[in-house]
């Protein structure tokens, strides 16, 4: 177990470089027993994401066969991580997990952070598959030798294109299941198990989002996409950017799409279609809600190209220029090897992670011996440093002159089109204000 004291901030830099991370909602209690239960889209990287969430050390809970895995089995054992015993993987081994509960319980009893899923395995389906009731029946065993219930924290892990580096993740820290009550029941009461199994999953499903069918996503993200363009920080005001609530108006968006094919409501449906007719022009025209409400007014144009003035300097395509150039062939290594064990499409990002760690890992040291060579040894271990800067640096850089230039052609075509982007505009408030009455009386507030 000896990554366990820094699996937190190890995480949190390989979640950080990996993708775009965001964590929203609530806190993670620093000290004192807690159970995290998560939805389980992107195999072992959604550890990674809950461990650099939660800021403390957390021992997860893992498949007995991932713990003999050449690939990943040093790691696993590394993490702290509690073997548990799946009928799937040998049913002659079921026996065993009567000393994995036990020692979830003990560590539970002695203060510690236990992350598990209780999907029971990565998936990539559109929504939370049926809990397992492994996550009940620790807490309720648990109270054995911690008398006091402890905090039992949702997290939702929400990734825009989980396979792809440099992409968006969000993980929503969601409020503790209030089980007090049950805290009289032990784990072989059954109804007290389903019962806080169905708590659970309501919990797990208010930080997640739960699509009926992959093909109701686009039109979900555009839904929220006209809300945050006119009521959230884009333009409209009101201000309410917190991606926790973005998460919430996303499941309410999913769950009204799922009863208005199960019970029509006319003006449900009317509003549906508006919001996929809307997002069919802008696609047509190449924007996005948000991009309807940019000043375009020369003025604004201005002050936007003197906050960028630095991206054309000399200094910002050395940088760019200098981390293409030491990351190009680790890259294409890490990519071509990844492709060549033909993961699925929940291991995808692991398996780039993982040899992307030790393809950098090596290709640093052979610069580092390189210069070394050359220049001395004071230059190889400045080298270690450099290396891995310049490489994030010059990225950044690149990811800004991309954000930069797709700015400068919005900006063109709506000028462009002024008249055509005044009736979207008026169109899309028209829809916001729909939106907005639909989830009030779907919630009881905005």
Known sequence: MWLLPAISLVSAAAARIYYRLTVAGGRIPHGGPVLLVANHPNSLLDPVLVAAAARRPVRFLAKAPLFTDRKVGWLVRASGAIPVYRRVDDPQAMDANVDTFRAVHQALAGGAAIGIFPEGLSHSEPGLARLKTGAARIALGTLAQHPEPFPIVPVGLVFRSKDIFRSDALVVVGQPVAWDDLAIHTPDDRDAVRELTRRIDGAMRQVTINLERWEDQPLVDCAEAVWQAEWGG??????????????????????????????????????????????????????????????????????????????????????????LAVTWLPNQVTGRVAMALRPNVDQRSTFKLLIGAAVYLMWIGFLAVLVGAVKGVLAGAATVVAVPAIGLVGRRTRERWSGALKDARRFFLLRARREMVEGLRKQQREIAEGLRELYDRERGGP
């Open 234 to 323: 884009g333009g409209g005001g009101g201000g309410d950017t917190d991606p926790a609530r973005k998460v919430e108006r996303l499941e309410v968006t999913t769950s009204i799409l799922s009863r208005i094919r199960s019970a029509p409501d006319p003006r449900a449906s009317a509003l549906v279609d508006d919001v996929a007719r809307h997002c069919r022009q802008l696609e047509r025209l190449g924007v996005t809600p948000g991009d309807l409400a940019v000043d375009v007014r020369l003025r604004a144009s201005l002050r936007w190209g003197l906050r960028r003035f630095y991206l054309v300097g000399a200094p910002a395509f050395v940088v760019a220029l200098a981390g």
